[in-house]
Nanobody, 125 residues
Framework: VQLQASGGGLVQSGGSLRLSCLAS????????VAWFRQAPGMERQFVAA????????VYSDSVKGRFTVSRDNARNTAYLQMASLRPEDTAVYFC???????????????????WGQGTKVTVSS
């Protein structure tokens, strides 16, 4: 499956953005989808994940209550709605997909075989 992330941009602190992850080349509903981010000079970190039919959702503590992950299997698209953005949310955001990840590994980068190219989010103070 190929993934294409989009929706990044420049936003002021406290603002909102919605990222999209469009999948092609596979049966989207068979894949769990996760969002990761990488800030300049930092390691890539987990943000959120949603299981194949949306029944299981996990967030990192740093975004819980501010970000919402969702998916529309009919549109082959996953979303990351980001609200109350902070300067420390500035990063390149990547979506990833896996057909085999188990619930306990949803936050693990190594569980995902397919990655999008990333979309940059900049939050100004």
């Amino acid at each position: 499956v190929q993934l294409q992330a989009s929706g990044g941009g420049l936003v002021q602190s406290g603002g909102s953005l919605r990222l999209s992850c469009l999948a092609s080349g596979g049966t989207f509903s068979r894949y769990a989808v996760a969002w990761f981010r990488q800030a300049p000079g930092m390691e890539r970190q987990f943000v959120a994940a949603i299981k194949r039919v949306g029944s299981g959702i996990v967030y990192s503590d740093s975004v819980k209550g501010r970000f919402t992950v969702s998916r529309d299997n009919a549109r082959n698209t996953a979303y990351l709605q980001m609200a109350s953005l902070r300067p420390e949310d500035t990063a390149v955001y990547f979506c990833a997909a896996s057909a085999t990840v188990i619930t306990s590994n949803l936050a693990s980068q190594t569980a995902y075989a397919y990655w999008g190219q990333g979309t940059k989010v900049t939050v100004s103070s």
